[in-house]
């Protein structure tokens, strides 16, 4: 009995002072307060299941009713059209609007007060594609350029490493490869971050991401490579053609010339055969990856251009002096080989030593 009555004056104290209100309380209306924006003796203003606004307002004015109103009507029309998050900005723009009426002696409504919440909603309407999937607490969007974005009232501890993955994985997919296959990779983030979400209790050693890991990963690796493949293919063509104009230019030097071409070609070759039989690392930059396939080339004209030097100052394959496709194929073999020219070089100074 004693109970009941407490109960009863909890309810009627809440009624005349909406302060007491906190987190987990139940309004007056029967929905349930998971965060609040303001409040005060008379008002207060609380976000409910799904991030909807909600508000118990004493001795309203009829500016403020007004204002209610036309947040109700903007409420609704910003939940159809707008994620989660979005909707959360709505939110706190539509409460500030609201507390800003209450407070603000003498307040007067009128029909450019929501502009800027009209605007915002209209700026963003277009962005929600669909509604991958939904429950109780969760809601999984897909926006328009394929991207995933996800919403939860409650998020509990045991989602933390599932959520990590999920922003790890689609960041990762959307830094590297093009758009055109976002889709597919946000068909299986989605799908897991679903799993996740739904799963009563999860543990660290569950990975519902792991289809999604190794789909990504495998993705980025052909990506990266047929990347790679057409930026070495790029640089090589410029410096065959460089090469060419150098030497119809200057008309001379022709075993130069040939030998730094060679080296390129060794090069090619050898970055052909290294993409077929290992492996990219996903998490490597790709500019970084592009860099180095670039560097290549133009040590294989170094090294191409060394092994005729050698040749012809018989300090290094000597009896091949002259001997143009003789020179061409070891400068090919510079390029294609990555210890070809640093054992020569050390054989070179191993000779000047003992000479010394």
């Given amino acids: 009995m004693t109970s009941q ?3 009863i004056s909890t309810k009627e104290g809440k009624l005349n002072d909406k302060r007491l209100y906190e987190i987990g309380d139940i309004s007056i209306t029967g929905a349930e307060i998971f965060g609040i924006y303001a409040s005060s003796l008379n008002f207060i203003l609380f976000s409910g299941e799904n991030g909807g ?3 118990e307002v004493n001795n309203v004015s009829d500016a403020t009713s007004d204002v209610l109103s036309e947040a109700k009507r903007i409420g609704t029309l910003g939940s159809s059209t707008l994620t989660n998050n979005r909707m959360s900005i709505v939110n706190r723009m539509l409460a500030d609007l609201i507390s800003t009426s209450i407070h603000t002696n003498e307040f007067e409504f009128n029909d450019n007060l929501f502009n800027d919440i009209e605007s915002y909603i209209e700026m963003y309407r277009d962005e929600l594609k669909s509604i991958v999937s939904s429950g109780p607490l969760f809601t999984i969007y897909r926006l328009k350029d394929d991207l995933i974005q996800w919403s939860h009232s409650n998020l509990p501890e045991s989602l933390r490493k599932p959520v990590e993955d999920f922003n790890a994985l689609q960041s990762l997919a959307t830094t590297v490869l093009p758009k055109k296959q976002w889709k ?3 068909r299986l983030l989605s799908a897991s971050l679903s799993s996740a979400f739904r799963h009563k ?20 690796e ?3 490579k047929i990347k790679i493949f057409y930026v070495s293919l790029f640089t090589t063509i410029i410096m065959q053609t460089l090469l060419l104009f150098g030497y119809l230019y200057i008309q001379s030097g022709l075993m130069y010339f040939a030998g730094a071409s060679a080296g390129i070609f060794g090069v090619m070759v050898s970055s052909l055969q290294r993409n077929n039989k290992t492996s990219i690392d996903p998490y490597t930059s790709p500019l970084g990856l592009y860099s180095e396939g670039i560097s290549r080339i133009f040590i294989g004209i170094v090294f191409g251009v060394f092994v005729i030097f050698c040749a012809n ?5 000597a009896p091949f002096k002259g001997d143009i496709y003789a ?3 070891f400068s090919f073999i510079s390029g294609f080989s990555e210890r070809f020219v640093p054992d020569l070089m050390s054989s070179v100074a191993g000779k000047v030593n003992n000479n010394g």
Wanted: proline share 0%; net charge negative; aromatic share 10%.
């Fill in 53 to 55: 606004l909600g508000w």
């Fill in 327 to 329: 020179l061409v194929c």
């Fill in 313 to 317: 100052s018989e300090l290094a394959l």
């Fill in 184 to 186: 597919s990779v946000s």
């Fill in 222 to 224: 052909s990506y990266l």
């Fill in 201 to 220: 209790s999860l543990t660290d050693d569950v990975d519902l991401f792991e289809k999604s890991r190794k789909f990504i990963n495998s993705q980025i």
């Fill in 5 to 7: 009555v407490t109960d």
